[in-house]
């Protein structure tokens, strides 16, 4: 079943074109990264998809519900985590939480209210005013709200921006747990490591379109490599390994290796030429790499 | 939890909780939302009637001060209803948390009603605050507690309404201030909050019976002395077919979802 999906969607603001015939669709129960520069129009295709913008042409829909003709079940399965950190300063956390349940029909809540609160590190704030929390917890309610409807779909537009790294990591858990239960996630961030170690499968955005889309492994396996980089004391790189070496800066060597099997290869020519070898390291596939040479190809294709 | 966990539904919640946050919303304030309009309401009284008492004789057998305390009380709930509205919007839009109440899945029609309801409830409440701190003083007749009713709902229902499309429309706080200060403000004070416009020039007469707001204000006065400048009937035609004609027009706003669903 299909979780989310857009159809051929366009959204200009005024001179500006957001969108440009995006298409594309989300599985149930994956976890999805939507990814690219800023102004690639990331938050316009997430906004649309909530009813916050209307598309100009095409079709979006959540859990099979169309978000402008059946936009209320497609809002009731859609949980949004918006970018900009906002909450309205007249309510506790509590009542924000309390609030936003009643909006989505449910009325007796408080027992998901309270794991919610436990889970996200609230509990202790419960009763302060939105006013008093940091921008790391302010965020972490609207974590919370996004939730309180318990959605099968959860959208997290860069959910850690400004939150630090061990609260960062309690977020994660609990959304990798979200999601082992079942519900799909898709996640727009700038932190490319993280997207690589939770999405498994990844859209790249450009000016309004999407320029690739693959799973995760595939995209690694193509754009990227696993390379071992070596600093020599006092030889040169022998010959069977020089022919697919780069020098880097400050005496490094970059050998791309496939596997490990071809790291203890590399490592045994230098053994056996008789190099000193003054440090090692094996980079993994980093999804930094395929994200930048995607782009480059993509200016370059202008 | 799992997605597919049952959850009980209830139809109205949605539209129950936003009047219940948009009560509590001005009821958190009510020093500035509640106190301070009463507290205006006074000056105005005390002001007017001492300076005018003297020359302006609006009904036979009624004071001109206790002609002044409806009109003021009307006055008060017709611009408390348009506050409550607009600046609960504006406030929403600036700060974004508006973004709150577009994501769940609430009907414009809930939208619409859950602002209007909790308008009249401040208008209701600001009202009677008025009355509250003046009966002491001034005994005003009570002729036709129905006809207050109907005034005081419609009257704030309209002002609610205009609130609701202020809100929509306005980008930044300047523009609900020039809605306020060059619709608002005109209409309520050449409204007959302080004279029976039978004492201007036909011409005026005439201008007056234009605006909606008079026939609040004089149907709502017509309830306490049982005389007006215009029959109640009339009144509440007039009135009530403004508000519907409003109503209509903000229910298209928000389905288009015009500045509010980009």
Known sequence: ???????????????????????????????????????????????????????????????????????????????????????????????????????????????????????????????????????????????????????????????????????????????????????????????????????????????????????????????????????????????????????????????????????????????????????????????????VKIMRRERAAE | MRPSDPQTLHAFAGFQTLLYKEVLRFWKVSFQTVAAPVLTALLYLVVFSHALAAHVQAFPGVTYVQFLVPGLAMMSMLQNAFANSSSSLIQSKITGNIVFILLPPLAPAELFLAYLLASIVRAVVVGAGVFAATVWMIPVPLEHPLWVIAFGLVGSALLGTLGIIAGIWAEKFDQIAAFQNFVVLPLTFLAGVFYSIHSLPPVWQWVSRLNPFFYAIDGFRYGFFGQSDVSPWASLAFASAAFAALSLFTLYLLRRGYKLRH
């Not at chain 1, 009643?102 to 006013?131: H, P, T, V």
């Not at chain 1, 490094?252 to 290869?265: F, K, N, Q, S, T």
Request: net charge negative.
């Open chain 1, 1 to 291: 079943m299909i979780a989310v999906e857009a159809r051929g969607v366009h959204k200009r603001f005024g001179a500006v074109r957001a969108l440009a015939g995006v298409s594309l669709a989300v599985e149930r129960g994956e976890f999805f990264g939507l990814l690219g520069p800023n102004g690639a129009g990331k938050t316009t295709l997430i906004s649309a998809l909530g009813g916050l913008a209307l598309a100009d042409e095409g079709s979006l829909a959540v859990m099979g519900h169309d978000v402008e003709r059946d936009y209320r079940n497609a809002r009731r399965s859609l949980g949004i985590v918006p970018q900009e950190i906002v909450f309205d300063p007249f309510f506790t956390v509590r009542e924000t939480l309390t609030i936003q349940s009643g909006y989505f029909g449910l009325r007796a809540n408080d027992a998901w209210i309270d794991e919610l609160l436990e889970r996200l590190a609230l509990a202790s704030k419960a009763n302060a005013n939105m006013r008093s929390l940091s921008g790391g917890m302010k965020r972490r309610v609207m974590v919370a709200q996004a939730l309180v409807h318990r959605p099968p779909v959860i959208v997290l537009d860069e959910p850690t921006a400004g939150v630090d790294v061990e609260l960062r990591q309690t977020l994660w858990t609990f959304i990798r747990e979200l999601n082992a239960a079942g519900h799909t996630i898709v996640l727009t961030t700038h932190y490319l490591e993280e997207a690589q170690e939770l999405c498994t499968r990844i859209a790249m955005m450009r000016d309004g379109r999407i320029v690739a889309l693959d799973s995760t492994a595939n995209l690694l396996a193509e754009f990227s490599e696993r390379v071992l980089r070596v600093k020599l004391e006092g030889c040169e790189l022998p010959e069977a390994l020089a022919a697919k070496a780069e020098r880097e800066e400050g005496g490094w060597w970059r050998i791309p290796v496939e596997d490990m099997a071809h790291v203890e290869g590399a490592l045994a020519r230098l053994r056996e030429a008789g190099a000193t070898v003054a440090s090692l390291e094996v980079a993994e596939p980093e999804l930094e790499e395929v994200f």
